[in-house]
């Protein structure tokens, strides 16, 4: 199992759709949260962040659409699907205008879902100027499926690893300091000689010779550099 899997937050009162949710994009390696009011929603944007929504607009304490409303006004640009009944067109329309991402309407099937959902992260990756496949020499990053392969063989990265690595990708080519690492991917509460011990454990993941990096460069004194695709 690949770490970091794409974390998609489920706010639906209806136990069943939860369960099918929860089983079907589970296989499909996704990491699914639950939530069955908009108070629990909330909650769990907040505690733990997900990189998409899939959310009903009827739910029992507040209407999905506020939901929406509130969260996009504080600035979260998490994709957010909606999930709606057929003759709820006005709902649908409104949660777009909102800011939702797209939408489905129930009965759904998996397999149209989950392609539904890789859009609009590939959508959301671009936007914020990422490109879902990043390859560099024999380098490929899936930010999507957040896959990672060498030399055409996957490479199992830790959560951490993999969350420098992703640091790395949004700024290939430009020299990144040892501060604003440790900020980007511990909050600022690591030191250098952490950073350095994981930048070590990933380059014996992802380069040829690790004692002659071409991927990971090091700024001497400053911090590091992935080198940019020609």
């Not at 709606?84 to 879902?113: H, M, Q, W």
């Not at 199992?156 to 900020?183: C, M, N, S, W």
Request: glycine share 8%.
């Amino acid at each position: 199992m690949s770490a970091s899997p794409v974390r998609i937050l489920v706010v639906d009162d209806e136990p069943p759709i939860r369960k099918l949710l929860r089983t079907g994009l589970g296989t499909q390696g996704y990491e699914v949260v639950e939530a069955g009011t908009g108070r629990h929603a909330e909650e769990a944007m907040t505690s733990t962040p997900p990189d998409l929504v899939i959310l009903d607009l009827g739910l029992p304490d507040v209407a999905g659409s506020t939901l929406l409303k509130q969260w996009r006004e504080r600035g979260i640009a998490t994709p957010v699907m909606v999930l709606s009944s057929r003759t709820d067109e006005a709902g649908i329309v409104e949660a777009l205008e909102l800011g939702a991402d797209d939408y489905v309407t129930k009965p759904f099937g998996t397999k149209e879902l989950v392609a539904r959902i890789r859009v609009a992260l590939r959508h959301s990756f671009q936007q914020h100027g990422e490109k879902p496949v990043f390859k560099v020499c024999d380098l490929t990053v899936d930010l999507v499926r957040r896959l990672v392969h060498s030399r055409a063989e996957e490479v199992k990265l830790t959560p951490r690893e993999y969350d420098i690595l992703r640091v790395f990708v949004q700024h290939a080519g430009k020299v990144l300091t040892h501060q604003f690492l440790i900020r980007q991917v511990w909050g600022g509460s690591a030191d250098v000689q952490n950073l350095r011990v994981h930048v070590r454990q990933l380059r014996q993941k992802i380069e040829a010779d690790p004692e002659q990096p071409q991927l990971i460069l090091t700024e001497t004194g400053v911090g590091y550099r992935l080198r940019a695709p020609e």
